[in-house]
T-cell receptor, first 112, second 115 residues
Framework: GDSVTQMEGPVTLSEEAFLTINCTYT??????LFWYVQYPGEGLQLLLK?????DKGSNKGFEATYRKETTSFHLEKGSVQVSDSAVYFC???????????FGAGTTVTVRA | KAGVTQTPRYLIKTRGQQVTLSCSPI?????VSWYQQTPGQGLQFLFE???????NKGNFPGRFSGRQFSNSRSEMNVSTLELGDSALYLC??????????????FGPGTRLTVL
């Protein structure tokens, strides 16, 4: 079935460090890929998305590129801030479907 | 524009009881999806409603049910609660199409604790 595998956490970084969270997927057909972020005590917020191969999604300094050849959608940020501390979820959505399939989530803590 | 609202935010129940959670979608959105979030299983899809009809259902027992009203508000019900039902229940609303252009907006969730 369709599934998402993401890098296990927790990840602890210092401010201004480089962040990478790996995400790979298995899907029938051609899914769209998403990164969601969950801050403490809140619901999920869409961070960025990519709808086809080689698309790059970007938002708030975060980037991810849809790599069909490696079935990956790794999240990167060049210089993290304390406010980036959150749980990050990779997700996929098939073109003919309504439900998102999520990875396990990666907890990121950024220390000042 | 108001976001997705969920009530109540926190709930404590005992085993064997039943519970009803409510979700009000963003104005104009006709689709509501429900997800269960637990530390062990992560985020799992429960069901999705569009114009009062269930279009999709996840792999959960029949104790989990839902419905949607004509104003698009949705409720989910869990009967005969078990300890394992303790979770954060998230609701998401969208316009209702399929695929990536139908962005889902999530509410803050209802934290259910079963004692």
């Amino acid at each position: 079935g369709d599934s998402v595998t993401q890098m296990e956490g927790p990840v602890t970084l210092s401010e201004e460090a480089f962040l990478t969270i790996n995400c790979t997927y298995t899907a029938t057909g051609y899914p769209s890929l998403f990164w969601y972020v969950q801050y403490p005590g809140e619901g999920l917020q869409l961070l960025l998305k990519a709808t086809k191969a080689d698309d790059k999604g970007s938002n708030k300094g975060f980037e991810a590129t849809y790599r069909k050849e490696t079935t990956s959608f790794h999240l990167e940020k060049g210089s993290v801030q304390v406010s980036d501390s959150a749980v990050y979820f990779c997700a996929l959505l098939l073109s003919n479907d309504y439900k998102l399939s999520f990875g396990a989530g990666t907890t990121v803590t950024v220390r000042a | 524009k108001a976001g997705v609202t969920q009530t109540p935010r926190y709930l404590i129940k005992t085993r064997g009881q039943q519970v009803t959670l409510s979700c009000s979608p963003i104005s104009g959105h006709r689709s509501v999806s429900w997800y269960q979030q637990t530390p062990g299983q992560g985020l799992q899809f429960l069901f999705e409603y569009f114009s009062e009809t269930q279009r999709n259902k996840g792999n959960f027992p029949g104790r989990f049910s839902g419905r949607q009203f004509s104003n698009s508000r949705s409720e989910m019900n869990v009967s005969t609660l078990e300890l394992g039902d303790s979770a954060l229940y998230l609701c998401a609303s969208s316009l209702g199409g399929v695929g990536p252009y139908n962005e889902q907006f999530f509410g803050p969730g209802t934290r259910l604790t079963v004692l």
